[in-house]
Each structure stands twice: as C-alpha cells, then as structure tokens.
C-alpha cells in the first residue's frame, strides 16, 4: 500500500500542465504511469493477498484489502518466528557485507599500489574463484566448516564473506582510477604506518565505490538460500528466505499466510532503500564525477 | 576478533614489502599470538557444545509441520528428553538428508520420508534395519494395514522404516450434485453408480450435457491416474528392464477418453482452478487420499462443509503416507525408537492425534476401535474412519522401485503432451516415454 499511495501524488503532479498541453508529454507520461503501476501492482498485490484467507485468493482475483491480516500473521507466528528471522537475516547481512566491504577494500588495495613479486598472477588466480560455480564451492565450504566446527554457526554464512573476489575486483579498478600513488607517499612522509594510511585515508577516499558495492553484497546475503539450507541445522538460526519457504505447508499452501510472510520479509528492504537510495545513488555518482 | 585479524593482515603486508622495522614485526608477531588465541578459544568453545552426546537430545528431522504436533506431545510424555527438531519444505528437505547420509555428518537421528522418496531412500544401507532385536518393529507393523507393511519393507524384507499415517483413497463427492444428476447422495448407492469406469465415463457425458458443459465428473487426469497406478502389478522397472504395466496402458486410453468427451475439467491438480471448483460446485467427484479430507477440501472449501461425502470408486487405491527411519549409526537408537513407537503405536497418542486432527492411522486396530464413534460434519456426518477402515483393507500393494519418482515424473510430463494433443498417437507417446528414460538411466534397458 505505502508503495501504491508515494507513486500516485507524484504523477498527478506531473500531469498538471503549467500553460498548454505538450501531446509528446501526455504520451510520455501515460506510458510512466503504466510503467509505474506495471512496477507497483505485483507488490501492492502481494500485500493484499496477505490480508485474505486461502479460499478467498484460490477462487477469485482480489484487488481489495480483506480483513484476515490478524489471522493470518497468528497462523504464521504458530508456525514461524519471522521476527527471529529478521535478526538471523540482519546479523548474517550486515556482518557479512561488512566483511566483505573491509577485506575487499583492504585485498583491492594491497594488489593496486604494492608492486610486490606475483601481484599480476596472484590477482588473476583471485579472480579466477569468481569462474566456480557458488554451489560447487559449497560443498567445500561445508567441509571446512564441519572441520572447524563450525556448522550451524552464523560464522560459517559470514566467514567466507571475507573472501569475496568480485569485491577486491570492483573496488582494485576504483583504485586504479581515483587514488593517486602521491597520497599515500604523503601519508608516509608525515609518518603514517601502511595500516594507518589504508584506515584513515584510503578506506574514506573509497566510500563511494563501497557503498554500491555494499548494496549488491547485502542483498546478495539477505536473499542467500542455498548457503544457509546447507550450513545451518536448526530452524531458530534460519534467515528470513529459508523461514518464508517453511510458511509452504506439505499439503497445498495457504498462500494469504505466505503472501503476509513473503510481504514482512520485503518491505523493511524496500522502506530502508526508499529513505536511503538518494543517498547511495548520490554517492556513486559523486565517485563517478571525481573519476 | 575483527581488530586483531586487521593487524595480522597489517604484519604480512609488511613482510610483502621486504623492508620492514624490527618494531612492527614485533607488534605483528605479538599480533598473531592474541588471534591464534582467539582462535583456538573459539573453536574449544564450539567443541564443548558439540560433543556433549551423553546428554538426553534427539534429533528429528522433517518436510511435514505435522511433526510438531508429535514432537509436542512426545514431550509431554517424556520431560527428560530433549527434542531438536529441524524443519524444511520438501524438495531441498531430501536434498539436504541425501547429503548428510552421503557425508555422514550431521545426519539426525530420525528422519521422516514421505512416500515419493521413500522407495529411492529406504534402500540406503545407512537406514537401521528396525526388523531385528531390540526393536522387533514387526510386533507394530503387523497391526498396521497391509499395504504400508509391503512399503514398509526393503528387498529383502526388513524394516527399514515405520509409516503411522493411513492413505487409503476414496472418491469425494459432492452431495448436491450427486442428488441432481444421480438422484441420490446415499454413499453406497453412490459408490455402485460409479463402481467402473465405463460408469463414470457415462455420467461424466450425461453430466456435461445437463449442465450445458458447466459441470463435469472428474476434476482432471490425474483422478484416474492415481488409482491406476495404485494397481499395478509391476513396478516401472523389473530386472534392469522397463515395464510399462497394462494398468498404465489402460490409463493412457481411459484419459484419453475422458479428455475427449469432456469427462474430467482438464484442471491442473493443485492449481488455483482445481481449488477453486470445489468452492463452486463444478466438478462431481475428486478421487483422493484419506488426508484429503482436512487438507485439501476443508482448507480450499471452508465454505461448503456438509455438502461432501465419500464412496469407493472402481477399484480401491493410496496416495501419500510418511515413514519415520532411524539412522544406523546415531548415539540415540534408544531414544529414536522410543519416539518411533510413540508415533506409531502408543494407543492414547494414537487416539488423540485422530481425533483432535482428524489423521487416520496406519495402525488398523486402533482405526478400528475409532470407526463406530468418529464421524465429519464436513462429509454431512458420515463415518469417515469406518469408510476408510474398510477401504484400506482393500487397497493393492502396488510395488516400488527407486526410479519411481523421476520415472513418474516422465510418465506424467508424456501423458500431458499426448492429452493434449502435442503427440498424436498413443505408440508414438510410449515411444517416446521410452527413449526418454533410456536417455536418463543408461542401466535401464528401455527397449520394448
């Protein structure tokens, strides 16, 4: 619903002529608005089923609110504790993009501007990780995880974030193109240890290549299924993907309760990108116009 | 942890430079001992937790939320014991065991399987052999209806896994428009009005005709195909050779019938479609399984509760059930055959679990002693545990091998192109189906 009512104020005002009617603009903005409500409607959809019982969404199209949202979430908090799937989801996401944000930077730089003795080779054998299959690479995980004890921990999802090739990648090109070799040779004339040059001054100077990196590593955790099926071994640790899919009973679906579950476990993602995406987007193309 | 780890990185980027200062090798090395300390603390702490097998825990694993019910009040029986139990929807469920078993990691101590994988996992060498002392398993099997008995049991007649739930089928119908179109909704009266299929097939046209196309007798295929392929005589697969069985035969002509004279409403089963009819009152008979009951046309159909009724159809048929097996090598074979007979036979569960979730039983005495007293407003009071009581006793053992499920799948997939008319001939649909499981399992030999 909160989608459907921020779009439509915004079209109507745009609709409103100022002096005359353009005939390209009516054109251009009809297809907006059906664009927008194309968007708009499998999410509004999604919302609404999640207020209907079974029966109502299997024997007819409902585009109204129904008034089983209470029952629903009761049917689905009997079965799964959604909100301890949001902490399992935001522990594992947050940690592991965090991880993969610092080492990444910290990988990234060490092959950009240290020109030690197989720095070529030892970069192209990292980014020859990101050929193997993620599910091929699962396998391995498990046994090391099982070798460290360390199955059915949050640290066997955000561990092996640490070493995230496509992040090293991304943020090496970034460096090749903004920061300049004379920055750091300051930083040590004034006496900085290489630590302290990456922490105080490159790490900000990366901000905005990390933030869109950021963007893909959280949602590429929060939407993780395959590697918390296989890793985790008991339901109170399931993030939220694996919890929605519990919401499937054996025996047919009752689909207002997997709408509603399917709906919490979206939202708090849209509403945190609708407040901050200004932000982010505004960071990157600021890093781009520097480059 | 995270700080420490920074400067052990801190030390090797050094070491890469080649010329680094005694002092900051110094604070690297110191460095690396706090991580390898923090390490080894992590770890010890992790072992501590793990290795605690003496204590009183089970682990259960489960596709079905109906273990939940089980495992509570096992609970209640048992205070002493502690109950892990893991949940996961179905396909990644059987992933995920095939690959602690292959692993030998992690496997629970009991695991539930529902029939579809049953056949493909009981075969497993890893699944304790329940026939033998001390678990006797026959002593509760004997009890139970035949036909799970026959599932129950591996190649070489051991068991290998308990069922505790009871599948006979039945052909739901709706009242009203059994009394419209047959005259009666008097069970048995309906039961010998649709006793072949040549009836059916007969009502099915009539009814078509009536109702001016609205209404039909069979909600799809799939109602003809579940109880042909309950009465096999051969399995798909017989000594490395594949075997299409003349029931399966019979099938593809009697669908295709059907699908002709528009005898069944071409509805996918389970699709929203298929859900709706029964809502609406289109289609006349629905052949399902006992679990049909609270599972599919009370929670799709809330709304027409009293206007159903069961009979039998041409011949008497399964669908489903659930096994519980127990892993060989688990450190609770005590307390995993503890919750196995729970499930299976401990008489005040039983009872209770039948009544308050309306669940028949695989064990047929205690379906017994319920039959005279548990009745469905749903089914407009019928005595549905008598009804399905009797209608066990008569289904086939239809035999199982391990390609069942992917060799179905292909049987299914072809029987839809040749219902459809995307193959045109009922030999180049069987040639076809043919060169298909050829061309998944080599070792099958597929030729006719």
């Known amino acids: 619903m909160a989608n459907n009512t921020s779009v439509t104020p915004l079209t109507e005002k745009t609709l409103t002529p100022r002096s005359r009617v353009k005939w390209s603009h009516v054109i251009i903005y009809v297809l907006l608005i059906v664009l927008a409500i194309i968007c708009v409607v499998p999410f509004y959809i999604m919302i ?20 089983s949202l209470v029952e629903n979430y009761q049917s689905m908090m009997e079965n799964v504790n959604i909100w301890r799937g949001f902490m399992n989801s935001l522990i594992i996401s947050c940690c592991s993009t965090a991880l993969t944000l610092y080492f990444g930077a910290l990988n990234a730089y060490g092959f950009a501007k240290f020109n030690f003795k197989g720095n070529k080779i030892l970069f192209w054998f990292v980014l020859a990780t990101m050929m193997v299959p993620q599910q091929l690479g699962l396998v391995g995980t498990f046994r090391i995880m099982y070798l460290l004890h360390l199955l059915d921990t949050y640290a066997s999802l955000i561990l092996p974030a640490a070493a995230n090739a496509f992040a090293v990648f991304f943020v090496k090109q970034f460096i090749d193109g903004t920061i300049p070799n004379e920055i750091i040779e300051s930083a040590r004339v004034d006496g900085a240890g290489e630590f302290k040059t990456f922490n105080r001054i490159i790490l900000p100077m990366l901000v905005p290549a990390l933030a869109a990196l950021g963007i893909f590593s959280f949602i590429g955790s929060w939407n993780n299924f395959m590697g ?52 982010i987007i505004g960071s990157v193309a600021i890093g781009a116009v520097k480059g | 942890m995270k700080q420490f780890r920074l400067q052990a990185i801190v030390c090797f980027s050094n070491f890469s430079k080649g010329g680094a200062n005694r002092k900051m090798i110094k604070k690297g090395i110191s460095a690396l001992t706090i991580v390898l300390l923090g390490l080894s603390l992590i770890l010890s702490g992790c072992s501590s937790s793990t290795s605690a097998k003496n204590q009183k825990v089970l682990t259960i694993w489960t596709f079905t939320d109906e273990a939940k019910y089980a495992v509570k009040e096992f609970k209640k029986r048992y205070p002493d014991i502690k109950v892990n139990l893991l949940f ?24 539930f399987v529902e029939n579809t994988y049953w056949p493909q996992i009981k075969q497993i060498p890893l699944l304790e052999n329940l026939s033998k002392a001390p678990f006797n398993a026959t002593q509760i099997t004997d009890q139970q209806f035949q036909y799970i008995q026959d599932i129950e049991k591996d190649e070489k007649g051991n068991v290998k896994g308990l069922g505790y739930q009871g599948t006979p089928g039945a052909f739901y119908y709706r009242r009203d428009l059994a009394k419209k179109y ?59 050779k594949l075997v299409i069985d003349q029931a399966r035969r019979d099938e593809l002509d009697l669908t295709k019938k059907a699908r002709e ?103 047929k005495k205690i379906d017994a002693e319920l039959a005279s007293e548990l009745t469905s407003d749903f089914l407009a009071g019928q005595k549905y545990f008598d009804f399905f009581e009797k209608a066990g006793e008569a289904v086939p053992s239809a035999p199982q091998t391990k390609y069942d499920n992917d060799i179905n799948s292909i049987w299914n997939s072809k029987m839809n192109d040749y219902l459809n008319g995307r193959i045109k001939t009922k030999a180049k649909m069987l040639k076809e189906f043919r060169t298909e499981v050829g061309h998944d399992f080599p070792e099958i030999d597929a030729n006719e």
């Open chain 1, 228 to 279: 918390p099926l296989v890793l985790l071994f008991s339901n109170e640790k399931y993030p939220l993907p694996l919890l929605v899919q519990l919401l499937q009973g054996y025996y047919g679906t009752n689909y207002g309760v997997q709408y509603l579950g399917v709906a919490l476990s979206v939202l708090p993602i849209i509403i945190v990108f609708a407040i901050f995406s200004k932000r």
């Open chain 2, 88 to 111: 996961i929807t179905n396909d990644n469920y059987v992933q995920k065991l095939i690959s602690v078993l292959q692993a030998g990691k992690k496997v629970p101590d009991v695991f």
């Open chain 1, 48 to 67: 609404i089923y999640g207020t209907h019982t079974n029966a109502e969404i299997a024997s007819k199209f409902i585009f109204l609110p129904g008034r």
């Open chain 2, 182 to 240: 047959l005259g009666t909704d008097d069970p048995d009266e309906v039961s010998q009005k649709i006793s072949s299929w040549d009836k059916i097939m007969a009502i099915g046209e009539k009814v078509v005709k009536e109702s001016g196309g609205k209404v039909h007798a069979l909600s799809s295929w799939s109602d003809i195909d579940i109880v042909q392929s309950s009465n096999i005589k051969k399995p798909w697969v017989v000594d490395g």
């Open chain 2, 261 to 363: 004279k528009n005898v069944e409403a071409k509805y996918e089963s389970w699709g929203s479609a298929w859900t709706a009819s029964m809502q609406e009152g289109t289609v006349m008979f629905y052949a399902e399984p006992t679990w049909g009951l609270p599972y599919i046309f009370e929670s799709n159909a809330p709304k027409t509760s009293g206007k159903w009724g069961l009979a039998n159809g041409p011949k008497a048929f399964s669908n489903g059930g659930t096994f519980i097996a127990m892993y060989s090598k688990s450190h609770h074979k005590d307390l995993a055959w503890k919750f196995m007979k729970f499930y299976t036979s401990d008489p005040t569960f039983s009872k209770k679990l039948a009544k308050s979730q309306q669940y028949f039983l695989s064990n």
